[in-house]
Antibody
Framework: QVQLVQSGAEVKKPGASVKVSCKAS????????INWVRQATGQGLEWMGW????????GYAQKFQGRVTMTRNTSISTAYMELSSLRSEDTAVYYC?????????????WGQGTMVTVSS | DIQMTQSPSSLSASVGDRVTITCQAS??????LNWYQQKPGKAPKLLIY???NLETGVPSRFSGSGSGTDFTFTISSLQPEDIATYYC?????????FGGGTKVEIK
């Protein structure tokens, strides 16, 4: 079945970087954009950026410009999101989500989420 | 950036009630508005895309309407399994924004 499976929980110190992976299966990885969305505990959803797995083109929310990098490895159908200069406010669950079949703006398949904790 | 104002932030209703949530965009977004349901500890689930299109497999008691800046999400008859937080989300020129969310509880 169509699914996105993310890497496991991470604990990082302030100032470090984290790289979360998102492995796609059940569909052609290069045919759908991958977006990244995060959610701090008890808070709402925050969109971080998108990547076109075919071209490698990316677009980032202004808030994360300069700190986030989205990449992919098409040979293993995996997308990556790296966030640098981590601070405590980056503690959140990070989700990858696939662009919809019929609507470029909707996210129809989501990963299970990866908890990233930033603590000294 | 386009801002999304979602209201109410929470509501309590009885089983069988009609529930309505609104979302207002800070500028015209045509019909580029989606609705998601999120249950505790789970990833969001797409319910409605492009303002009024029901995602495959989603019960017909869920619906959406609106265009431009004002949008409405409706549950025609609230069921116990609908307890969740609902989010609107807009997209414009490859930038995306979520509303603040509406927590729906059973009275």
């Amino acid at each position: 079945q169509v699914q996105l499976v993310q890497s496991g929980a991470e604990v990082k110190k302030p100032g470090a970087s984290v790289k979360v992976s998102c492995k796609a299966s059940g569909y052609t990885f290069t045919s759908y954009d991958i977006n990244w969305v995060r959610q701090a505990t008890g808070q709402g959803l925050e969109w971080m950026g998108w990547m076109n797995p075919n071209s490698g083109n990316t677009g980032y929310a202004q808030k994360f410009q300069g700190r986030v990098t989205m990449t992919r490895n098409t040979s293993i159908s995996t997308a990556y999101m790296e966030l640098s200069s981590l601070r405590s406010e980056d503690t959140a669950v990070y989700y990858c989500a696939r662009g919809h079949d019929y609507s470029n703006g909707a996210f129809d398949i989501w990963g299970q989420g990866t908890m990233v904790t930033v603590s000294s | 950036d386009i801002q999304m104002t979602q209201s109410p932030s929470s509501l309590s209703a009885s089983v069988g009630d009609r529930v309505t949530i609104t979302c207002q965009a800070s500028q015209d977004i045509s019909n580029y508005l989606n609705w998601y349901q999120q249950k505790p500890g789970k990833a969001p689930k797409l319910l409605i895309y492009d303002a009024s299109n029901l995602e495959t497999g989603v019960p017909s008691r869920f619906s959406g309407s609106g265009s431009g800046t004002d949008f409405t999400f409706t549950i025609s008859s609230l069921q116990p399994e609908d307890i969740a937080t609902y989010y609107c989300q807009q997209y414009d020129n490859l930038l995306f924004t979520f509303g603040g969310g509406t927590k729906v509880e059973i009275k």
